[in-house]
């Protein structure tokens, strides 16, 4: 039996008004998927960018957007247990999020904690597994060290200072002056990024840091590598400076792995490294066993209150053009959930 599903597409480089809201029939899940009934996506810096046409490696128009969601099995397909259907799941799609509904892997489900609701847990998913694999996987931070987090209100940055902070490790995060109090409030020594950002950084940390956390990019970047300390470690996984530049986009990226690469052959006791989510997907297995090992462990600790949910706000499906509004309005504390 098929499932009448609403979606939002997205129908080329278009600004968040020329966002449109469809209809259709979703097919029964086949072999090894599973139909989620959508009950939270998000508005992650990825569908900013592809919005733009900005997004690396995004599909060609026109598409759905939504890197992830959280929602509860409706029904399954062959060879995957009946037991499934009611349980609340999170999955990481990279499109197709923006929907009420979605056929999935089943094998890429993750089992969300009755303790969250369904936003809450949404908050958590491309943040919390992008936060945990650079905090602990990349940089391999430790207790007692002291990071710098760009953008310690956004939503990835949230949750980095959280993590870092629930595992004691010093924390230090850029933010405007209006969201200086919430950056506080989670534990971390606030920077303005409209300021001196490597003064500002020094008076906290005269010998340098041990990671810093970059989703800026651009010129930028060459300062967050000069503020590590001795065998510290420069995580990159963005180039926000340049969202809105006109040209190819894979040439930021590039200049920027190219500038990496400089940096870690040069002599200077210090390494880079530009942070891909989808790195390794080709053994499909293992790809699968990091993001349910990873994820599982983030919504562990907002269960138990160690972490909690930074909800900018919660914008019907069909309002899908507001939610990106407010999610580029940088006024926002958090993640701003979509909520079909």
């Known amino acids: 039996m098929s499932t009448t599903a609403t979606e939002i597409v997205l129908p080329g480089r278009v600004e968040p008004e020329g966002l449109l809201v469809t209809r259709r029939d979703l097919p029964a899940p086949g072999a090894g998927r599973a139909l989620v009934r959508v009950e939270a996506s998000g508005v992650s810096f990825a569908e900013q960018q592809m919005r733009r046409g900005k997004y690396y490696d995004q599909p060609a128009f026109p598409f759905v957007p939504g890197y992830d969601l959280v929602g509860t099995v409706t029904a399954v397909g062959a060879g995957v247990e009946p037991a499934l259907i009611g349980t609340r799941v999170a999955a990481l799609t990279k499109i197709g999020g923006w929907a009420s509904h979605a056929v ?80 506080r409030a989670l534990g971390a020594s606030w920077v303005d990024y409209r300021g001196d950002v490597p003064r500002q950084v020094r008076a906290i940390a005269p010998d340098g840091v041990d990671a810093v956390f970059d989703h800026v990019g651009g010129p930028g970047i060459t300062d967050s590598f000069a503020l590590l300390a001795p065998h510290g470690t420069l995580v990159s996984y963005g180039t926000a400076a340049t969202k809105n530049d006109a040209g190819n986009s894979r040439l930021p990226v590039l200049k920027l792995l190219g500038r990496i690469l400089l940096w870690n052959v040069l002599p200077n006791k210090r390494s880079a490294h530009f942070f891909n989510l989808w790195a390794g997907k080709r053994n499909r297995a293992g790809f699968r066993a990091r993001i349910t090992e990873d994820l599982s462990q983030v919504f562990d600790l907002a269960a138990r209150g160690d972490l909690r949910a930074q909800v900018a706000a919660r914008v019907p499906l069909a309002e899908a053009a507001r939610a990106m509004e407010l999610a580029e309005s940088s006024t926002v504390v958090g993640k701003v959930v979509i909520v079909p």
């Open 104 to 183: 999935l892997d089943a094998a890429d489900l993750v089992t969300v904690p009755a303790a969250l609701d369904a936003a809450e847990a949404e908050t958590f998913v491309v943040n919390g597994i992008t936060a945990w694999q650079m905090l602990f996987r990349t940089a391999k931070v430790r207790p007692g060290q002291t990071v710098l987090v760009h953008g310690a209100n956004g939503g990835v940055g949230s949750t980095l200072v959280q993590l870092a902070r629930a595992n004691g490790i010093h924390v230090i995060g850029t933010a405007s002056a209006r969201n200086a109090e919430a950056v």
